[in-house]
Nanobody, 121 residues
């Protein structure tokens, strides 16, 4: 299973970006999907999570500005980021809890490679 993240870039403060993360490979279903970020010199932090039923949660720092969504048919999770701030600058990573076998509900967690988001003031 591979996760491919895309959509990062350089944007001015107040701007918007949409990140995508597509999972491929031996997949029966995907449970939770998440976005994390890691700024230089800081620990990786959870930004947002979405369950396979569509329930969502957000870090306080991005509530009201970021929206997570998913397309289960495409095994893809999105992060719409608006009103971006310089402090949102980080490498953004996705991960997913993947069920790989029809005979077991056990899940495996996979990570994407990260995509850089830079917000300039």
């Amino acid at each position: 299973v591979q996760l491919q993240a895309s959509g990062g870039g350089l944007v001015l403060a107040g701007g918007s970006l949409r990140l995508s993360c597509a999972a491929s490979g031996s997949i029966v279903s995907i449970n939770a999907m998440r976005w994390y970020r890691q700024a230089p010199g800081k620990e990786r932090e959870l930004v947002s999570v979405i369950t396979n039923g569509g329930s969502t949660a957000y870090a306080d720092s991005v509530k009201g500005r970021f929206t997570i969504s998913r397309d289960n048919a495409k095994n893809t999770v999105y992060l719409q980021m608006t009103s971006l701030k310089p402090e949102d600058t980080a490498v953004y990573y996705c991960n997913a809890d993947v069920v790989r076998h029809t005979w077991s509900s056990g899940e495996f967690r996979y990570w994407g490679q990260g995509t850089q988001v830079t917000v300039s003031s």
